[in-house]
Each structure stands twice: as C-alpha cells, then as structure tokens.
C-alpha cells in the first residue's frame, strides 16, 4: 500500500552545524507535502511545504527539495539551535484531505 | 491570532466512563480533523468535516467513539464507554482550504492526553 514518511528514526547533530532529515514515499501520484515539527507536550507544527512542481523550497534556515525521480523529500535545518530538537514528520495527502504521517524522525541538538 | 484550543489539556479517568474531548478551531477554517497519535501506531485520522458536516469516519475505531461539529466555532469528541487502550494524545487540526487547490497545511492544537485507568 501507500506509504509516506519513511524515515530514520534517530538523529544527533552538534549544535551551530547543519541536520538533513530525510523521507521517503512510495506514491508516484503525491503531488503535495508537508513537513511538521512535534516538540514534548505540543501538536505537529507547519514548518513548511512544497508542491510536485518545485524541487526546492527555502524558508527561514530550512530547505526543502524534493527528488521526484527517486520518490524522496529532506528538510534541511541550517545553522541547528537547541530549540530545534523535536520529532519531525513529512506527510503528504492521500485521498481528499486525508494527511498520510511517518513515524518521524527525533532530532537531538547537542550542545 | 489564536491558534487551535483543544480542552482539557489532561484527562484520566476509570474505565466505563464517559470521555468528551473539545476543540475550537482557528476562525475561517473550513476543514476540522481529529487524530489520535499513540507509540505503537503514529498519528491516525479518526474523523474530519468540512463546514461542520462529517466527510470520512473512517478511522473512527469503533462504534464506541462519535463526533460532533454543531457550528464552525466547536467540535467534540466523545468515547463512551472508554477503555484503557483508548488511553492516547488526542489531537484536533483545522484548515482553511483543499489541498487541491491550495497549499493549506492542516494546523494543530497542543492535544488532550487521555489516560483511561
């Protein structure tokens, strides 16, 4: 079946470097995707999006680029804070608005 | 501008009781989502309406769980009678338009953590 949000479910990044968290999907036909950030305690956060007809997506020290050919997006984080350790997911809609979610990847800043 | 208010922030209670979970999304959305987010299973869709009329229930897990949208400004979740594995995080999202159309990335409450002893 379809599947979005593959992703590493670990990572530790040394705080002031750069984190690539990455994703993948199996539908050919996901023409839109979201990446959120989950902190302890909170909901999933909109920290950005990107449609199948851009590959690349800059947002305030992040990027997104997305790789059509081999069905797979990253967030890139410049610059890491210690306010950037969180669970991040990529999901992507499947069927109307119904939101497909990974299991996440947690990132862990360290100082 | 306030974002999604989901109330209570916490709840536990004993098996058997009666569970209502509420939302209030941000003004102007059209699209309301519940989700439920546990270790085991991730983030699932339970429900989601659009102008406060159900449009796909079919993550509800059973018929012990019910929806409610009764205007634009509130939602409810109810789960009666509860059962421990109900226990979870709780979320509800709005959104102000199709994806189709339009990059409207679904927005989140802070959740409700339900604990169901």
């Known amino acids: 079946g379809e599947s979005v949000g593959l992703h590493l479910p670990t990572l530790s990044v040394q705080e002031g470097d750069n984190s690539i968290i990455n994703c993948a999907y199996s539908?050919?036909?996901?023409?839109?995707f979201i990446w959120y950030k989950q902190e302890s305690g909170k909901g999933p956060q909109f920290i950005i999006d990107i449609r199948s007809n851009m590959d690349k997506r800059q947002g305030q020290r992040v990027t997104v680029l997305l790789n059509k050919t081999v069905k797979h997006l990253s967030l890139q984080i410049a610059a890491t804070q210690p306010g950037d350790s969180a669970v991040y997911f990529c999901a992507s809609p499947r069927g109307g608005e119904k939101l497909t979610f990974g299991t996440g990847t947690r990132l862990t800043i360290i100082p | 501008d306030a974002g999604v208010i989901q109330s209570p922030r916490h709840e536990v209670t004993e098996m058997g009781q009666e569970v209502t979970l509420r939302c209030k999304p941000i003004?102007?959305?059209?699209?309301l989502f519940w989700y439920r987010q546990t270790m085991m299973r991730g983030l699932e869709l339970l429900i989601y309406?659009?102008?406060?009329?159900?449009?796909?229930d079919s993550g509800m897990p059973e018929d012990r769980f019910s929806a409610k949208m009764p205007n634009a400004s509130f939602s409810t979740l109810k789960i009666q009678p509860s059962e421990p594995r109900d226990s979870a995080v709780y979320f509800c999202?709005?959104?102000?338009?199709?994806?189709?159309?339009?990059?409207?990335?679904?927005?989140f409450g802070d959740g409700t953590r339900l604990s169901i002893l």
């Open positions: 999202a709005s959104s102000s338009g199709p994806y189709v159309y339009s990059n409207q990335p679904q927005h």
């Open positions: 539908n050919s036909a996901s023409d839109y």
């Open positions: 003004s102007g959305h059209d699209y």
């Open positions: 309406f659009n102008n406060n009329v159900p449009i796909d």
